[in-house]
């Protein structure tokens, strides 16, 4: 995946709560135990819901508050940059 995909992403606001600055988090749904998911199938995430106590990283209460899965943020995530 390209450079310029990655700077697309992270143009975006956090796929869950329309935060920004955010970061790029390689969704877990799916992948192989102890290997990153690759550039494509990452999200736009702000710090709280990426890496904080409710966040993807933590107890993933956001997910559930926004009745949200990765698979869905990373289909509405690709239907913004190439919809």
Known sequence: MSKAHLNRLAS???AICGC???????ILE???KGRKSG???AIPLCVP?????HGIHGDQ??????????LELLGDTLE????
């Open 39 to 41: 550039h494509w199938t």
């Open 61 to 70: 209460a956001m997910l559930k508050i926004h009745k949200s899965t990765e």
């Open 49 to 53: 819901c990426h890496v904080g106590q």
């Open 12 to 14: 975006l606001p956090c």
């Open 80 to 83: 913004k940059l190439y919809g």
């Open 20 to 26: 920004e600055p955010v970061q790029i988090h390689h």
């Open 30 to 32: 799916g992948r192989i």
